[in-house]
């Protein structure tokens, strides 16, 4: 069974500080997503990483994937209070699965 | 483009009551999937479809039925509700299997 688990589960930061979200297994796979949630809301998808080592920038956020495929992580530079939500990791093939999320609450 | 529609967006059901679920979506995509979310926890895969005429289980199917007729349509059933099955439900669709998936905006389902 492929399972994703995130950390930390929860993070309440103050506006302007860094942090670091992450996404391990121990499988394998060709893709990984990372998705944002907001409350009464479906997820929406971010970023898609591919390669090993891949690194992508979307504004202030960073994603990485590890040069294994099994894990990845997303920072957030100078986090706003727009950032807050709830992340996901999601990837597979046929099963698609999801982290169990990390709920990010940045106080003004 | 509507992209991922779901009916209804609330739904209250007594215990073993029995309704569907309706997802619809128009980007043609083939791989479509039920998910539920509970509270505090991320997204748990119930039945998807890799095209017309294929489902398959994913984690927590119990309790569920599924069928694929169209490419656009993918509805999910609850037998006999049971409280357990409180949650919110979220249909997706992907263009294929292993890519980004996009969600529709969800049913809240409380069973009494």
């Known amino acids: 069974t492929q399972l994703l688990e995130q950390s930390p589960q929860f993070l309440s930061i103050q506006e302007g500080e860094n942090l670091t979200v992450y996404c391990n297994s121990s499988?394998?796979?060709?893709?990984l997503q990372w998705y944002r949630q907001e409350p009464g809301e479906g997820p929406v998808l971010l970023v898609t990483?591919?390669?090993?080592?891949e690194v992508k920038k979307l504004k202030r956020l960073t994603f990485q994937f590890g040069d294994a495929r099994k894990d990845s992580s997303l920072h957030i530079t100078a986090a706003q209070p727009g950032d807050t939500g709830l992340y996901l990791c999601?990837?597979?093939?046929?099963?698609?699965?999801f982290g169990t999320g990390t709920r990010l609450k940045v106080l003004a | 483009n509507a992209g991922v529609t779901q009916t209804p967006k609330f739904q209250v059901l007594k215990t073993g009551q029995s309704m569907t679920l309706q997802c619809a979506q128009d980007?043609?995509?083939?791989?479509m999937s039920w998910y539920r979310q509970d509270p505090g926890m991320g997204l748990r895969l119930i039945h998807y479809?890799?095209?017309?005429?294929?489902?398959d289980q994913g984690e927590v199917p119990n309790g569920y039925n599924v069928s694929r007729s169209t490419t656009e349509d993918f509805p999910l059933r609850l037998l006999s509700a049971a409280p357990s099955q409180t949650s919110v439900y979220f249909c997706?669709?992907?263009?294929?299997?292993?890519?980004?998936?996009?969600f529709g905006p969800g049913t809240r389902l409380t069973v009494t």
């Open positions: 997706a669709s992907s263009i294929g299997t292993g890519l980004e998936q996009y």
């Open positions: 499988s394998v796979f060709s893709s």
């Open positions: 990483v591919v390669t090993g080592g």
């Open positions: 999601g990837a597979g093939t046929y099963k698609y699965i």
């Open positions: 980007m043609n995509h083939e791989y």
């Open positions: 479809s890799v095209g017309a005429g294929i489902t």
